[in-house]
């Protein structure tokens, strides 16, 4: 069961912040969070791990509950750069199986 | 050496070829993986290679078969493919099974 992403779309302005969500009906031992721009492979953003922790690097940040099996990632005062579709991955536990989310295109608006 | 590289970047090919994709990791990463991506999809795991183990996803057709000479390369081999096979091929590989993985740039594959 592929993980969930909402939105799947969003535009922002420069400055703004956004939410991205990722829902998985499966138990999560860690989420990943890539970003991927058009043409281009993906990129990787963060990890976080079982424990509920929240990572931050620069702007952007990213929590996981994991008793809801839920990860969010924080984009604050966006710019162009952010632009891109992010994707969040995760494994099955115990199979090396790698699972990537629905994703999120993002376009940030001068 | 911190990257995954991967050739050729474009490929075309007849349904009647036989082809292979490469792709090279010098991080002394114990993972590899091959994912196919269609346009506006997210990628789907095709195969895992770890402490010289395959994992195969078991909905990829037989026509796909992967080859790993050592623990820095991995080959995917193409036979009789479909027009429905084009898409972009990308490679990655990661420290061990499930820790951060990073992409090679991708191979671009064609199929008339």
């Known amino acids: 069961q592929q993980p969930v992403q909402s939105p799947q779309a969003v535009i922002l302005r420069e400055g703004e912040d956004a939410v991205i969500n990722c829902s998985s009906s499966?138990?999560?031992?860690?989420v990943h969070w890539y970003r991927q721009k058009h043409g281009e492979a993906p990129v990787f953003l963060m990890i976080?791990?079982?424990?509920?922790e929240q990572k931050g690097h620069e702007k952007i940040s990213a929590s996981f509950n994991e008793k809801k099996q839920q990860s969010s990632l924080y984009l604050t005062a966006s710019q162009l750069s952010y632009s891109g579709t992010y994707f969040c991955g995760t494994e099955e536990a115990g199979t090396y199986k790698y699972i990537f989310g629905t994703g999120t295109r993002l376009k940030v608006l001068a | 050496d911190t990257e995954v590289t991967q050739t050729p970047k474009h490929l075309v090919m007849g349904m009647t070829n036989k082809k292979s994709l490469k792709c090279e990791q010098h991080m002394g990463h114990r993972a590899m993986y091959w994912y196919k991506q269609k346009a506006k999809k997210p990628p789907e795991l095709m195969f895992v290679y770890s402490y010289e183990k395959l994992s195969i996803n078991e909905s990829v057709p037989s026509r796909f078969s992967p080859e790993c000479p050592n623990s820095s390369l991995l080959n995917l081999h193409l036979h009789a493919l479909q027009p429905e096979d084009s898409a972009l091929y990308l490679c990655?590989?990661?420290?061990?099974?499930?820790?951060?993985?990073?992409f090679g740039p991708g191979t671009r594959l064609t199929v008339l």
């Open positions: 976080l791990l079982k424990g509920g």
């Open positions: 990655a590989s990661s420290p061990n099974p499930g820790d951060t993985q990073y």
């Open positions: 499966k138990a999560l031992y860690s």
